[in-house]
């Protein structure tokens, strides 16, 4: 107990029986730690019984830790009460080390490789539409609409890993007594029971052996959940290895189907490695081991962060709003399903999504490695036997990473520009190197579609409202918040579909508003248990068939048109939203073909007599939704418009109309005015800027989000030589006023001067 004053490394003075075990009787370790660190600086040491641990907040020093030097560094921690890492017949990847774990690792990699994850991705989208009528019932079932979200991302998390990994097809969302999840709760409080036990494996780490003995042997006397859940595994495993023919897609088939060669099996000794390889697969008892590892890791860590996740949206409106702006943007609530793909382009949502695991790190506990050969690391001799351990709530909260507000809650710190010049090791809640999180693609996967999904249809506040009620954090099996997390979810207006309420606007030929008071009135009445008559209206707008809508929207389109002057904003709105319409719903078809009646509607109008007219409703139509008062007070809104088309604006104007390109809704921001600036790479957009508007990604995006779902007519538009084929350059320049001069630079221009065009396009 003297290595660490030989090693010159701060810390607290040990017990000899002890160790510093017992310091953590009152405060949980990552506390422990907070304290220790604010004592002895970035780097300690302390003992767990007779084991000397390193813990560190030095990037550098965990960067030879967990990557540089991985081959001295390849074992986690013993636990107190575990099965021998290198003898034990179920040893699972979390514990095995050497050899036997890079052979376990190989196998388990494939199985949440891309490709397979994908596979599974209709299984998890299947399960949270269970998540959504849950949430929805429960908050309907309060009066102020309170869930706690923490117990039903549990329930969630629970089966769909249990569908992904065995095919086990549990309801625990709407069902909370279900076995399998009792179950698996109490085998996560289970390190509160038997603390006796857990001590004395600290205090003799190397009778490990007889700990986990005396653990099965107490089953006997008391049940003991886990052995059930191994049980049922077991049952699975065996009744799929005599069922050859019928192969599925999920985790347990990777495991057994896995070939290798014998001579990797163990830690063998070097006569038999020298022996010929002999193929060999998985065993039933390693496959359980996974299979119950797998599901306790699934069930545990993805919920948590899904709840810290939630827990900062209502704490962060802003936030929120911007988040579903960009789901809503690139997955229209239309889409029932979500395709995996999809899911890679909700980059803010990346973003939220690791800046809550920068806050919260919650399975900081397990990020940590034991030394296996003496080696020196920075300026320390570490020897064999030794722990490190990452102090992760410091590190990702550290200023010199993270700036000076590391408290606040802010997604953008991870724009491609700022994680660029950040030490790889200040971000680790999946660990780091070879042994990190294995299901890192899994529970990336279930994270953005269950915020995806769940966001689109409900908005949550904090409960009354009170911002700023920070979360009582305890140990567990992970770092959760004590009491769980309770939340305010209201179901959102357009919860029946956003581009339904659009579509069923359109159909019915009532404006938007009124369609959506009567919306509103229907959802009241189901609340109230009346019928609901809404489906059937829906219905009756459905089953009326395409000439039916055709004729409808005609109408209303004729009528919008109809009226050359002074429309009133919600005609406005509903016109210029119809093109988001598109691209949503299960007859897409017929709706855009629909639309696209309706553009010739327009442009036959416009060809006739009241052209001008026209011209310029068009234009406000399509950009009004999207800007605020002109920066000149004697001048409209659509003057500033049509002139900027026509090339007549002053300066002032110009600038103005770039402003909105960015960001409509702060007319003074500093965008440079040159337009030679705008491909300038270096120029980037304040971050105050980004942070208040949904649409942009990064200081470097300058696309709206609006453009982002490839409509129809942004596509044609898009192509300039198209668009002057379809467009006749006679109407093109009634329609903009445009001079020669300016036409052949119009032309010239390609896809800049196109892309008003786009944005009108994409309303
Ligand atoms: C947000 C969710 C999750 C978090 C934050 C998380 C975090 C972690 C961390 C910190 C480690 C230790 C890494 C290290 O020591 O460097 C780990 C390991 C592991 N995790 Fe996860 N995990 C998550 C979800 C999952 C899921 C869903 C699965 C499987 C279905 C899973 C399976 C594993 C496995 C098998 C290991 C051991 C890897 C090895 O030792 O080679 N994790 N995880």
């Not at 029932?336 to 382009?345: C, G, Q, R, T, W």
Request: charged share 25%.
């Amino acid at each position: 107990m003297q290595i660490f004053k030989e090693m010159g490394v701060p810390g607290p003075e040990p017990n000899f029986l002890f160790g510093n075990l017992l310091e953590f009787r009152k405060t949980p370790l990552f506390k422990k730690y907070q304290e220790w660190r604010e004592m002895y600086g970035e780097t300690f040491g302390y003992f767990e019984g007779p084991t000397p641990v390193i813990v560190t907040s030095d990037v550098n020093f965990l960067q030879e830790v967990f990557i540089k030097q991985f081959n001295k560094f390849h074992a986690r921690k013993l636990w107190p009460v575990q099965v021998d890492p290198d003898k034990d017949e179920d040893v699972h990847l979390f514990f095995a080390r050497g050899r036997r774990w890079k052979r376990l690792r190989n196998v388990v990699n494939p199985a949440f490789s891309a490709a397979k994850i994908k596979r599974m991705s209709p299984t998890v989208n299947d399960s949270i539409n269970h998540l959504l009528d849950v949430i929805k019932e429960t908050a309907s079932s309060t009066a102020d609409k309170s869930v706690e979200v923490l117990d039903l991302f549990r329930r969630l998390t629970l089966d769909t890993i249990l569908r992904c990994e065995a095919g086990i097809d549990q309801n625990s969302i709407k069902d909370p007594s279900d076995p399998f999840l009792r179950h698996c709760k109490n085998v996560i409080d289970d390190t509160a029971k038997n603390p006796w036990l857990y001590l004395l494996g600290f205090m003799f780490p190397n009778l490990h052996c007889i700990w986990i003995r005396i653990y099965k042997f107490l089953h006997y006397f008391k049940f003991n959940p886990v052995f059930w859940l191994e049980d049922r595994m077991r049952d699975i495993v065996v009744m799929r290895r005599n069922d050859n023919g019928n192969k599925r897609i999920d985790l347990m088939q990777q495991m057994l189907d896995a070939q290798f060669s014998v001579n990797s099996f163990q830690e063998l000794d070097k006569s038999t490695e020298k022996a010929q390889p002999v193929v060999r697969s998985m065993t039933n008892e390693e496959i359980v081991s996974h299979a119950l590892l797998f599901l306790l890791a699934g069930y545990e860590t993805t919920s948590t962060t899904l709840a810290y996740l939630f827990y900062e949206m209502s704490q962060n409106p802003q936030v929120q709003e911007r988040l579903r702006h960009e789901v809503m943007t690139v997955l229209p609530r239309g889409y029932h399903s979500i395709e995996y793909d999809a899911l890679n382009k909700l980059t803010y949502l990346d973003y939220v999504i690791w800046e809550t695991l920068r806050k919260y790190p919650l399975a900081s506990t397990v990020t940590a490695r034991q030394c296996m050969e003496e080696c020196v690391v920075g300026d320390l001799c570490v020897p064999a036997g030794m722990l490190v351990h990452a102090n992760l709530w410091d590190v990702q909260y550290d200023p010199r990473h993270w700036g000076e507000d590391p408290q606040s809650f802010n997604p953008l710190r991870f724009m491609p520009e700022r994680r660029r010049h950040r030490h790889p090791a200040a971000w680790m809640p999946f660990g780091g190197g070879p042994r990190s999180c294995a299901g890192l693609r899994f529970a990336l996967l279930q994270l953005k579609m269950v915020v995806a999904k769940v966001l689109r249809d409900f908005e949550f506040d904090p409960p009354n409202k009170q911002i700023g009620v920070a979360l009582t954090l305890k140990q567990g099996a992970t770092i959760l918040p004590e009491n769980g997390v309770l939340l305010s979810a209201r179901r959102r207006d357009s919860a029946m579909s956003d581009a339904g309420v659009r579509r069923g606007s359109m159909l019915s030929g009532l404006e938007l508003i009124d369609w959506m008071n009567k919306r509103r009135e229907s959802v009241k009445e189901e609340e109230q248990g009346e019928a609901d008559d809404v489906d059937s209206d829906l219905e009756h707008w459905t089953k009326g068939g395409r000439a039916q809508r055709r004729k409808s929207s005609l109408s209303s389109v004729s009528e919008v048109l109809g009226q050359t002057t002074g429309l009133e904003q919600s005609k406005r709105y509903s016109m210029s939203r119809r093109g988001s319409a598109l691209n949503s719903e299960e007859d897409e078809m017929d709706t855009s073909n629909l639309r696209r009646s309706s553009l010739s509607l327009c442009m036959s109008l416009l060809q006739a007599d009241s052209l001008s007219k026209a011209a310029n409703i068009l234009r406000r139509v399509s950009v009004s939704g999207d800007v605020t008062p002109p920066i000149e007070e004697d001048c409209t809104e659509t003057d500033v418009i049509v002139n900027n088309m026509s090339g007549k604006a002053s300066d002032s104007n110009r600038k103005y109309m770039k402003q909105t390109t960015f960001n409509s809704s702060l007319p003074s921001c500093p965008v440079p005015v040159n337009e030679d600036e705008w491909e300038d790479k270096s120029c980037y957009m304040p971050e105050e800027i980004l942070g208040s508007h949904p649409g942009l990604k990064s200081s470097l995006c300058r696309r709206r989000g609006s453009a982002l779902p490839q409509l129809e007519s942004m596509r044609e538009a898009s192509d300039i030589d198209e668009f002057f084929h379809r467009y006749s350059e006679s109407l093109i320049t009634e329609m903009t006023n445009l001079d020669d001069d300016q036409m052949l630079s119009f032309k010239k221009g390609g896809k800049r001067h196109a892309r008003l065009y786009q944005r009108r396009g994409s309303g």
